[in-house]
């Protein structure tokens, strides 16, 4: 079975989005095996420095390092990533899977995004949209993209 990995950094607080999350994930069961890691986000001080910031990125994305030792199909999302459909997105996975790469890592960064570091180490960073989406909401959005994508894959209804 495909393994899907997310590592995220933050956690979900808010219930409507457990409750789409979980709705995602009981879906997904049938197409891959679905692991999500959340790693802690790093409180942002009122008035912070553009070097404080960088260094709050810096942290966070270096919880990120240890998972990018590892086998797999790194994505990282990035507003400035490549612009994608749901097909093309579709064809990403199912062209990862029959190569072999095994597990398809997304990676999502907190709220400052993630450090050059771990975008250096992305087989392919995408952008679901120039606009910018809250990390927390962005992740249910990032599991009904991956479920519409196996969907695609599949050639089974609910794409359109």
Request: aromatic share 10%.
């Amino acid at each position: 079975m495909i393994k899907v990995e997310i590592n995220a950094i933050g956690s979900i607080r808010e219930n409507y989005l457990k409750d789409g999350i979980e709705e995602y994930k009981k879906r997904l069961q049938k197409f891959c095996d679905l692991t999500i890691r959340e790693y802690k986000e790093i409180k942002i001080p009122d008035r912070a420095s553009l070097a404080e910031l960088e260094q709050i990125k810096k942290q966070e994305s270096s919880l990120l390092l240890p998972t990018l030792k590892k086998e797999g199909y790194f994505l990282m999302t990035a507003i400035l990533g490549k612009d994608m459909t749901s097909e093309q997105l579709a064809e990403l996975l199912k062209n990862a899977t029959h190569q072999g790469r095994n597990p398809i890592c997304f990676f999502v960064g907190g709220s400052l995004g993630l450090s050059e570091e771990v975008y250096e180490k992305a087989d392919e960073k995408i952008s679901f949209s120039k606009m910018t989406f809250p990390h927390q909401l962005f992740r249910l959005i990032l599991l009904e993209q991956i479920y519409r994508a196996f969907k695609i894959m599949n050639q089974e209804a609910y794409h359109k």
